[in-house]
Nanobody
Framework: QVQLVESGGGLVQAGGSLRLSCAAS????????MGWFRRAPGKEREFVAG????????HYTDSVKGRFTTSKDNAKKTVYLQMNSLKPEDTGVYYC????????????????????WGQGTQVTVSS
């Protein structure tokens, strides 16, 4: 069993920064992928970023490239999402999620590929 716990959300002004953390317990390594998703108000949940535990390969959705960075600390079993130059449209509930098998990076965008989800943390960016 895998448990994921997000933290680090909050209220920030546009242009500001936040760092989200996702602490994992249970089976977390090998070639599993940790993804970050968000659900904006009135919208469907969408992929934001992903990182693979084994080799640290990362991918980002276009809207956050150059502003968000995901990283990992294997010893702490924790993944981070550093969010800079935040915009009001980044507002939403952010979730981390983990696969239970290796998947190609092209499939990281699909929620159905992830088997474990955190409870989510609210990020609000004011204009």
């Amino acid at each position: 069993q895998v448990q994921l716990v997000e933290s680090g959300g909050g209220l920030v002004q546009a242009g500001g920064s936040l760092r989200l953390s996702c602490a994992a317990s249970g089976r977390t390594f090998s070639d599993y992928t940790m993804g970050w998703f968000r659900r904006a108000p009135g919208k469907e949940r969408e992929f934001v970023a992903g990182i693979r535990w084994s080799d640290g390969i990362t991918h980002y959705t276009d809207s956050v490239k150059g502003r968000f960075t995901t990283s990992k600390d294997n010893a702490k079993k924790t993944v981070y999402l550093q969010m800079n130059s935040l915009k009001p449209e980044d507002t939403g509930v952010y979730y981390c999620a983990q696969t239970s098998k290796y998947i190609y990076a092209s499939r990281w965008y699909f929620q159905r590929e992830y088997d474990y989800w955190g409870q989510g943390t609210q990020v609000t960016v004011s204009s």
